[in-house]
């Protein structure tokens, strides 16, 4: 199998910045602020990330700082470098959902429900995520409207996902709540077992998909521009 070009990636970026100066790290943070605003795709943001951390120990060996390197009309820039960056996909946010506290969270509370008996709150639970995931969309479908003016595809994108989120929302709750008015109880066992498999499904995909990534723009031995256009508009 092949290595998990992301995480190897990130780890390498992680242990670069805790070298930088403290000066250097705001800045990098700074640009990473508005970069991760701008794209879903993880590996393309640590791209970014590691561009910058090559900029900051340049600019260490010169003699200066990575803040004074950029130039005073630094905002400007990080906007430019969020707007170029290829914004990721409503695959690229579906996939990572798995990677979230929150969603390791819930599935240790379904197991807690199965061994307490307590099916109903695990789909309470479950079915109050729904919309909350469908708002949390729409929240950063909306930190993301600035930056992606050049992206004609992620505009398209961004609709797509928000229907499909709530279409599942109105899906899955009708399905709780037939299951807890008619049918045998859907047990959290089951809740956390389907929630599992989709941990597995998409750690494995989204894995495969910067593998891909990295395989058009490779992180080792510099690659292509971070910013350029990869995907049809």
Request: net charge positive.
């Amino acid at each position: 199998m092949r290595p998990n070009e992301y995480a190897q990636l990130k780890k390498e970026n992680d242990r670069r910045f805790q070298a930088l100066t403290g000066p250097d790290c705001h800045t990098v943070e700074d640009v990473m602020y508005s970069v991760r605003k701008g794209s879903w795709n993880l590996y393309e943001v640590e791209r970014v990330r590691k561009d910058m951390i090559d900029m900051a120990q340049a600019a260490e060996q010169q003699g200066t700082t990575l803040a004074k390197a950029l130039g005073p009309d630094r905002q400007a820039l990080y906007d430019e470098i969020a707007r170029e960056i290829d914004p990721g996909s409503f695959a690229d946010y579906f996939w990572a959902l798995s990677t979230r506290p929150l969603y390791l969270l819930h599935i240790a509370l379904a197991v807690w429900g199965g061994f307490m008996g307590q099916d109903g709150v695990t789909a309470a639970v479950l079915a109050l995520c729904l919309p909350c995931l469908l708002l949390g969309y729409l929240m950063a479908c909306g930190q993301r409207r600035i930056w992606i003016s050049r992206w004609p595809r992620a505009r398209r994108e961004m609709w797509i996902g928000a229907l499909s989120l709530a279409a599942a929302t109105c899906i899955i709750t009708a399905v709780i709540w037939i299951q807890f008015q008619r049918l045998p109880r859907l047990t959290s066992f089951v809740i956390a077992a389907l929630e599992l498999l989709f941990y597995i499904v998409s750690y494995f995909v989204r894995r495969a998909r910067y593998n891909r990534a990295a395989a058009r723009r490779p992180w080792r031995g510099g690659g292509e521009a971070a910013g350029e256009d990869t995907g049809a508009q």
